[in-house]
């Protein structure tokens, strides 16, 4: 299937690792323009080589999404560079789940600038040229949690519950500028973080992903692959998902216990 995504613009956040990475490959397979941003230098450039490599045509700012100004200058900066804005993958997050009494209000304060403002302002600021662009589509990286919360999930499972609705609140509000807006409810997908982790626990990477996909209880029996997120989002960000906004779709492998 053509997914028509040739030429178009597209804003990563967080497009260095993982999961934004994989999506960013996806879509300069497509033919796509990607903007991306993180706050490592290093591994942000390594990414956009092998972009590059591949042909890709790819911008890459240095920016802490949790700070205002820095997410506002990645949106400009792109579309200086591009010369228009056709979507925009609020992707940038990391888990934070412990225990509500240990959480203290710096750490709630962080969490939502990270996965909540830094959504609103990459948003409002990439509004104009969406608009301009004669329509576009926003994407909403949050998490399965945001539906179905467990024990030890805040602050995250709060700010992805928010996410949601302003996933919601968007997609009324834009459609009839043709701007879609939806949210992907991430469950367990193999990427940087989880890589990390199992370092971190000195365990092979994928006995460590086969593990958790039992230990939750994954119906498909795995943890997903990235580029079976990079699918989904490629897909809700073409003209070929050109119906479907104020959704918010599991990728999961079955495992949320809500549709
Ligand atoms: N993978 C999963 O199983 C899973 C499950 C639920 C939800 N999610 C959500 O999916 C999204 C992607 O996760 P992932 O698993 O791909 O994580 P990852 O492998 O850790 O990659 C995260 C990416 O975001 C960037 N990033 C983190 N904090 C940032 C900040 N403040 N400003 C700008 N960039 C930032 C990282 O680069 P720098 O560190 O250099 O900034 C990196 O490029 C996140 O929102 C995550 O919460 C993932």
Known sequence: MDLELGGKVVLVTGGSDGLGAA???RLVR???KVALCARGPERLEATAASLRAEGGDVLTIQADVSKAWEVEHFVDAAHA????VDALVNNAGSAAGRPFHSVTDAEWEADLQLKLFAAVRASRQAMPFLRDAGGGSIVNVLAISAKTPGAH?????????AGLA?????????GPHGIRVNAVLVGIIESGQWVRRAQEVGKPVESFQTEMARHAGIPLGRVGRADEF???VAFLLSPRGGYISGAAINVDGGLSASV
């Open 153 to 161: 999930s805040t602050p995250s499972s709060v700010s992805r519950a």
């Open 230 to 232: 990079a699918d989904l």
């Open 166 to 174: 302003l996933t919601k609140a968007l997609s009324k509000e834009l």
């Open 81 to 84: 560079r591009f010369g228009r």
């Open 23 to 25: 999506l960013a490959r």
């Open 30 to 32: 497509e033919g796509a």
